[in-house]
């Protein structure tokens, strides 16, 4: 498979099909609440640790952004599920899902998917630094087994295309699953990977030069900057979010896929 041309036609299908402009407003109005709560938490931790005493905690302010940011966290990771859905289908012409409800059960229906696959990463992960404590030749042994755990953690998130493309959580469980998956799919993968390396930078400059435009136009709030600075970035970032599960969705087609039929 053609890795570049797959990447071409994510970012087409995500700013194309039925309705493709209204699905952007709506995607730049959910995104610009999460960035903004995420910027007014970063500034409240900010001016904690620049003051000299304790300041006034915002408690009910706080726990109101931090609900909003885990309701709507919630709704795009169910949305980011029936993208790649939706994706399985790369003929069609609405790979953008409308903005209904439905992200909410998606979501909910794979929550003992992402559980499960999280404690493996948690016990995983503590055998690796447990390691660290056995002696010198343990601490390297853990630290090689630390890099190889990264490395088919990443391979992870094709169980989730897996959950995506029926919302069916049958034989994902698996843990020797990402082993599987590195042998079908690392050179597609790790290209694809490097590929958005310079995509994603590319993506989040606007934000910075909005910052800089901002500032030479006589702006002086830094709070103000930011905020705008994160929403800019947070659509940006969402947009390219979607086009990476759009490839992951194309690779586990052709390699995973074509594996499992044979």
């Keep these: 498979m053609n890795v570049f041309d797959v990447v071409i036609d994510g970012f087409k299908k995500v700013f194309t099909g039925k309705n493709a402009v209204i699905k952007h407003i709506w995607i730049f109005l959910i995104t610009a609440i999460i960035s903004f709560v995420s910027v007014y938490f970063q500034l409240l931790a900010e001016t904690a640790e620049k003051a000299e005493k304790l300041p006034d905690f915002p408690l009910k302010t706080f ?9 709507i966290g ?6 980011n599920f029936q993208f790649m ?3 399985f289908n790369s003929e069609s012409e609405g790979v953008l899902p409308e903005f209904t ?6 979501f909910w229906k794979a929550i003992p998917l992402m559980l499960v696959w999280t404690l493996y990463i948690i016990a995983a992960t503590a055998l690796c630094f447990s390691l660290f404590f056995a002696g010198p030749v343990f601490i390297t042994i853990g630290f090689i087994l630390f890099i190889a755990l990264l490395l088919v953690s990443a391979f992870i998130q094709f169980v989730y295309v897996g959950y995506a493309k029926c919302y069916s959580r049958e034989g994902l469980y698996n843990i020797a699953l ?7 799919t690392f050179g ?3 290209l694809m990977a490097l590929l958005f390396i310079p995509i994603y930078s590319v993506a989040m400059s606007p934000s910075f030069f909005l910052g800089m435009l901002m500032g030479l136009s006589g702006i002086k709030d830094i709070n103000t900057i930011m905020y705008a600075g994160g929403i800019l970035g947070g659509y940006l970032g969402f947009i390219v979010q979607l086009v990476w599960y759009y490839g992951l969705v194309q690779i586990y087609r052709e390699k995973i896929d074509i594996a499992i039929n044979q």
Excluded: E
């Design 63 to 71: 726990l109101i952004a931090l609900t909003v940011m885990i309701v």
């Design 74 to 79: 919630i709704y795009l990771g169910g949305y």
């Design 85 to 87: 859905h939706n994706a």
């Design 101 to 106: 409800g439905k992200p909410f059960n998606i």
């Design 178 to 184: 990402p082993f599987k998956y590195i042998k079908l």
């Design 188 to 190: 597609p993968f790790a």
